[in-house]
């Protein structure tokens, strides 16, 4: 996957929350399967670029891995 950047379009990938449902809680998958196909713009979360948060939510933060860089 390319190094993600702040700025970046992406998407949520729904798939990596599967095996992980019953350690989160129901806002958070209720966002997640909700914006299934929405496009984010990246905010910087930490210099690591391992954490991000959106530009248009900021509620949440979301591992690099369970991301989709689009266009």
Same mark, same amino acid.
């Given at each position: 996957m390319d190094e993600l950047?702040? $700025?970046d379009k992406v998407k949520i990938d729904v798939k990596?929350?599967?095996w992980k449902k019953k350690t989160l809680t129901k806002k958070f998958l209720d966002f997640v399967y909700s914006n299934a196909d929405t496009i984010f713009t990246l905010k910087e979360y930490n210099t690591r670029r391992i954490l991000w948060e959106f530009e248009e939510d900021d509620t949440w933060l979301f591992w690099a891995d369970?991301?989709?860089?689009? $266009?």
């Amino acid at each position: 996957m390319d190094e993600l950047k702040p $700025g970046d379009k992406v998407k949520i990938d729904v798939k990596a929350f599967d095996w992980k449902k019953k350690t989160l809680t129901k806002k958070f998958l209720d966002f997640v399967y909700s914006n299934a196909d929405t496009i984010f713009t990246l905010k910087e979360y930490n210099t690591r670029r391992i954490l991000w948060e959106f530009e248009e939510d900021d509620t949440w933060l979301f591992w690099a891995d369970d991301l989709i860089k689009v $266009g």
